[in-house]
């Protein structure tokens, strides 16, 4: 991934002073250890904080090895002031563990007591007004703390790369899909730089790459990809030109910012003019870590965004588009198991899924907008998709999203999707949720959700959950079992 931070972890482990210095120092050697066996890089710092003049040591060791994701150790109760200081000075994420006592014959001169220390330290952190990533049972061996850091590797990506994120839009955001326009405020109160184009930015730099000595090289490029499903070749050049267009777009607006997103107003005035639909340069981008959201869908851009953050692999931004029928349903009943058939959707979008994602993929044509633009005709301006079915696997569906009163919400459901054949078009597959249709009723309409939805290939809702809680956000949504109700559902029906 090109376009997501580089994580550096660093671990310091703190001691109250009236506790033994060795216990923290021995524990946390034991953790870096632990770490390395699981394929975890890791700082040790090897100052031990019991106040404040060693929380300010701690720090400067922190900065000059570049850390930027900090793990606070409780080898032992811990000194609740200066370690909750020690997070609170550190520019990054930061999170906090503790040890459990390892041998019932330890209990006496090695007993460290950090499970205690733990509730002084979230109390501290509360004065603090911290919100740092605290494992759901923060106590625990090596082992088990290791791959506490392991997870807290993935949120700090997250929350690095939003603190550093550009979205760039391009094109009002379409009154048909009004869903997807939402007040943007909160966006920058999580640190997040927004530059909005007209798409006339766009015409005119995509002009500007009119006859780039690079376009040829691109080309070859996505004929490589394309392989034998490059059914329109006559329309890659146009499609290399706009990929430029939008990276070295990127590459001069940058500013201040580190990582960027897209979201474009992608039709139906866009073929008429560029000739072409962008949904192959979509996909491409959202491979190496760009994604491009259609529709001006800028928190459908930030919302691939965290997932690609948190996977460290490319997203997808679908439609919770339609229903499966009973006889696809009635025909895969091996395959589909003990889901409902109210638990099963198809995820569709016009063709921007990477075709790593894909089980099969092929340059075509976009057919809704055919049947609009080109009624009768062969395909000239709708060509440009990736079309093909999803690859089945594990999945997280999720979306953040402002309301009205520009508040952020979210929602989160842990699926997959089925290895069914959908017998349709675009880039689509049969998605599979438990209870499906509950959480379509009482979060995504109940709540005002748009018809967006991210995709992380891999059950990633933990990792999202934690990030989402870091960032302040405290409605977040899931498919909730068939024994507990929503707020509002009918328990009567």
């Known amino acids: 991934m090109l376009n997501v931070p580089k994580v550096k972890l660093g671990i310091v482990a703190v001691s109250r002073d009236c506790f033994p210095i060795v216990l923290s120092e021995t524990r946390r050697a034991a953790v870096v250890a632990a770490c390395a066996s699981q394929k975890i890089e890791i700082v040790e710092i090897k100052t031990t904080v019991e106040n404040e003049k060693d929380a300010l040591l ?38 906090f563990a503790a040890a459990a006592e390892e041998s019932k014959d330890s209990l006496m001169d090695g007993r460290g007591d950090a499970y205690c220390g733990m509730l002084n330290a979230s109390y501290n952190l509360s004065l603090r ?42 094109g009002p955001r379409p009154q048909d ?58 329309i890659l050049p146009k499609l290399a030109q706009y990929e430029l267009t939008l990276l ?34 979509n996909s491409r981008l959202a491979a190496r870590g760009i994604p491009v959201a259609c529709e001006t869908d ?28 009973k006889d696809m349903y009635d025909a895969n009943k091996n395959i589909i198991g003990d889901y409902k058939l109210d638990d099963l959707f198809m995820g569709f979008h016009c063709g921007n899924t990477a075709k790593v994602l894909m089980k099969n993929a092929a340059m075509k044509y976009q057919l809704i907008m055919h049947r609009l633009m080109e009624p009768g005709k062969q395909p000239d301006i709708t060509r440009g998709t990736l079309e093909g079915t999803i690859k089945p696997g594990d999945i997280t569906l999720f ?38 249709a509950r959480f379509y009723r009482h979060i995504l309409i109940a709540k005002r959700y748009p018809h967006h939805a991210g995709v992380a290939f891999g059950h990633a809702g933990k990792v999202l959950f934690a990030a989402l809680t870091m960032l302040g956000v405290n409605d977040i949504g899931f498919n909730q079992p068939a024994s507990m109700l929503y707020k509002h559902e009918n328990p009567f029906k």
């Not at 080898?75 to 520019?91: M, R, S, V």
């Not at 009004?178 to 730089?193: H, Q, R, S, V």
């Not at 992608?266 to 192959?280: D, I, M, N, Q, T």
Request: aromatic share 12%.
């Open 58 to 95: 701690a720090l400067e060791a922190l900065k000059l090895a570049g850390v930027n994701a900090l793990v606070v150790y409780l080898g032992n109760f811990g000194p609740e002031g200066p370690e909750t200081l020690l997070a609170q000075k550190f520019d990054g994420p930061a999170m």
């Open 298 to 325: 800028i928190y459908g851009a930030v919302t691939e965004y965290m997932i690609t953050c948190a996977t460290n692999f490319p997203a997808t931004l679908l439609d919770i588009n339609n229903t499966v029928p």
């Open 177 to 234: 899909f009004l869903a997807c326009n939402a007040p943007i405020k909160p966006l920058y109160d999580l640190g997040i730089e927004i530059m909005e184009n007209s798409e006339l930015d766009m015409y005119a730099a995509f002009n500007d790459h009119a006859n780039d000595p690079r376009i040829a090289g691109i080309v070859s490029e996505m004929a490589a990809e394309l392989g034998e499903g490059n059914g329109y070749p006559g």
């Open 399 to 436: 979306r953040l999203q402002s309301t009205a009163d520009a508040k952020l919400r979210s929602y989160i459901a842990e699926g997959e999707i089925m290895d069914v054949d959908p017998n349709s078009f675009g880039a689509i597959a049969v998605f599979a949720i438990d209870e499906m």
């Open 248 to 281: 070295d777009w990127m590459e001069s607006n940058l500013g201040a910012s580190e990582y960027a997103v897209f979201a474009n107003k992608c039709w139906p005035a866009f073929e008429k003019e560029f000739g072409f639909v962008p949904c192959y340069v």
């Open 129 to 170: 007004n911290l919100t740092p990533y605290i494992p759901e049972y923060p106590v625990g061996t090596a082992q088990e703390v290791a791959a506490f850091i392991a997870d807290f590797e993935n949120i700090a990506r997250v929350i690095l790369g939003l603190k550093k994120l550009k979205v760039f839009s391009f």
